[in-house]
Each structure stands twice: as C-alpha cells, then as structure tokens.
C-alpha cells in the first residue's frame, strides 16, 4: 500500500507541476552559480543554495502540495480507504524526498562535472534526505495553523526572517558570533541544516555537526509522533465535511 500512495503522491507533484517548478529552480541555481567565477565565492554560496533548496523549497512545497489536495478533496477520500494515517503521511514525506533530492543533485552534480568540485555524496544524499523530512513535517505543521496557502507563505516568511536569517548571515561571515550564541542558534532546525550542508562541503566534521544531527533526527521523531501524525486526521476532515 505504501508503495502505491508514493507513487500516487509523485503523480500528484506533476499534476500540480510541482516537479515542473523544482527543476526550474534548479535551472534558475545552476545558471546563477555557472556567472560565478571566484571560486572562494563560487563555494561560499553553492552550499547556501543547497541549504535553501532541502530546506526551504522542501517546506513551500509541502504547503503547497497539502492545499492542493484538500481543496480537490483528494486527502479526504483517502480517509475512507484501507490505507493507515502513517502510510499517507509517510508516503507524502518519502515522495518529497525522492523529488527534492533529484532535483538538488542535479545542481550540485552538474558543477562536479563543470567546476571539478569534490563533494562527498556518501555523506551528503543521506543527509539532505534528512534535512528534506524534517522541513517536509515542518511544512505540515505550518499547513495546519494556516487558514490558506497565503497564509502558510506568510507564517513560513515570519519563521525563516526570525531563525534564517541569522544563520546566513554567519554562514557569508557577516557576523561572528559569540560561542553561547552559537549554540542557542542550533535549536533552530534551519543552523542545523546549515552546520550539515557546510559541514560535508567543507569537510569540517566537529561538535556543531553532530549535534546538529542528532537534534534533527530527534525533531523529526518527536513532531512525526507527538503532533503530525495524531493531528493529521483533523486537519483532513476540518472544512472537508467528513
């Protein structure tokens, strides 16, 4: 059964050219970094915009996916059928992992080709798979306090300026922040994507890493069990007449 919803979810990202946008993107990534000729510059910003694609776009997508659905009446019908809250929501989040990490990889894999850039894929496709299931369940969790798309943009606008920003900023060595400040930083899901994504492009495996995955594993159990999974059924059936 779970296979079948996954493959009903990949259909469903083409049919609201969901896939169609992801690789655009992705052209839109590959065109900037190509003008990019600095290479200190050139690695500066190629992890900042992997950063954005498995994180960001993972949980614009998500919302947009989850509306789309609703609004057709697709995910109530599902309610009805044999298949269990944890295969659709799985199913969901397994989709959006194999299409955002496609399309992800197709950037980084095109400058290893072209800039002869050394990348530890071993480390990097797991993680990123990672990273995109965390910002997936985020994405429901944004979806289920909003009263619409817009409104999902909004909130998700708020968050990222609040716990993002920073982050960036640090990453461009804008600013230098105090070790205690570092670490208060690393609750936030986004500076653990960011210690992750540098980490592996710079190779600099250190206590920031780890720590970063492990919490990110520990958010992903804890939102899937405690808040996702068991409010998931509600969302569905409010306004949907079920």
């Known amino acids: 059964m779970l296979s079948k919803l996954i493959k009903g979810e990949l259909t469903r990202l083409q049919k609201y050219n969901v896939t169609l946008i992801t690789l655009l993107v992705a052209l839109l990534w590959g065109g900037m970094l190509y003008f990019i000729n600095d290479d200190g510059i050139f690695m500066s910003i190629l992890p900042l915009i992997v950063l954005l694609d498995v994180s960001v776009m993972s949980l614009m997508y998500t919302g947009a996916v989850l509306y789309f659905e609703k609004s ?3 995910m109530p019908s599902l309610l009805v059928t044999p298949a269990t809250d944890q295969e659709l929501i799985l199913s969901k989040i397994i989709a959006n992992v194999i299409h955002q990490t496609i399309s992800t990889l197709l950037v980084v894999g095109a ?3 072209i800039r002869d850039i050394e990348v530890n ?3 990097l496709i797991p993680l990123m798979m990672l990273i995109i ?3 997936t369940l985020l994405g ?4 289920y306090h909003s009263k619409g798309f817009t409104g999902m943009l909004t909130n998700m606008m708020v968050i990222l300026i609040i716990l993002a920003v920073p982050s960036v900023l640090i990453t461009l060595n804008v600013i230098d922040p105090a070790p205690w400040l570092s670490y208060i930083l690393l609750l936030s899901p986004i500076e653990q994507a960011t210690q992750i994504i540098n980490g592996v492009f710079l190779e600099t495996y250190n206590l920031e890493f780890f720590v970063s995955v492990v919490l990110m594993i520990v958010y992903f159990l804890s939102i899937y069990m405690f808040y996702v999974k068991p409010t998931y059924k509600t969302f569905v059936q409010k306004g949907s007449g079920v």
């Open 133 to 135: 299931a965390l910002h």
């Open 140 to 143: 429901f969790v944004l979806t």
């Open 111 to 113: 400058f290893i080709l």
């Open 72 to 74: 057709e009446s697709t």
């Open 121 to 123: 894929l071993m480390m």
